[in-house]
């Protein structure tokens, strides 16, 4: 079955470090693959998305995803993180209609 | 511009009960999309609506589950004789061309469901 993996339940890192948060994929054909967050109590938000040409694809909040085909993989960073970060992301490929979903990572950023 | 909203954001009912849960999406979004997202299964697919039709629901989870929606516009997710095991956060999201594997959704804040 198609999937997409996020194999970190739970990422810390100190604030104005880079981060990063996994995904890998195992998907047919052309991945269409998306990043979102979620806040407390919130719904999602789009942050950006991977459709076709340039590997680096930037979003919102200074983040930005590397699509990797021979690792299979989509990777979230941010080059330096904010307190404000602290979030649970969903990495996502888009499937006949619908998204699916991995099971989120939580992102804690110390101060 | 408004986003996707939601009602009521909090509902606690009795096991047995009724419920009905509305999504309110983007105005001239022509795709409407329900999740759900509760601890143990992340997010799941319930029901996608293009315009007023449900070509795939092959998400619900039982036919205690219904969906519906009206005038290309507003949806009310269905719970009938509700269980323990429905208790999550109902999502509903939306998208302005037609649903395909590329489009962005835009969610709403969600409904908290708890069934005593």
């Known amino acids: 079955a198609q999937s997409v993996a996020q194999p970190e339940d739970q990422v810390n890192v100190a604030e104005g470090n880079p981060l990063t948060v996994k995904c890998t994929y195992s998907v047919s054909g052309n991945p269409y693959l998306f990043w979102y967050v979620q806040y407390p109590n919130r719904g999602l938000q789009f942050l950006l998305k991977y459709i076709t040409g340039d590997n680096l694809v930037k979003g919102s909040y200074g983040f930005e995803a590397e699509f990797n085909k021979s690792q299979t993989s989509f990777h979230l960073k941010k080059p330096s993180a904010l307190v404000s970060d602290s979030a649970l992301y969903f990495c996502?490929?888009?499937?006949?209609?619908?998204?699916?979903f991995g099971q989120g990572t939580r992102l804690t950023i110390n101060p | 511009g408004a986003g996707v909203s939601q009602s009521p954001s909090n509902k606690v009912t009795e096991k047995g009960k009724d419920v009905e849960l509305r999504c309110d999406p983007i105005?001239?979004?022509?795709?409407l999309y329900w999740y759900r997202q509760s601890l143990g299964q992340g997010l799941e697919f319930l029901i996608y609506f293009q315009g007023n039709s449900a070509p795939d629901k092959s998400g619900l989870p039982s036919d205690r589950f219904s969906a519906e929606r009206t005038g290309g516009s507003v949806s009310t997710l269905t719970i009938q004789r509700t269980q323990q095991e429905d208790s999550a956060v109902y999502l509903c999201?939306?998208?302005?061309?037609?649903?395909?594997?590329?489009?962005?959704?835009?969610f709403g804040p969600g409904t908290r469901l708890t069934v005593l």
């Open positions: 105005s001239g979004h022509t795709a």
């Open positions: 996502a490929f888009g499937g006949a209609q619908k998204l699916v």
């Open positions: 999201a939306s998208s302005y061309r037609a649903a395909s594997y590329y489009n962005e959704q835009f």
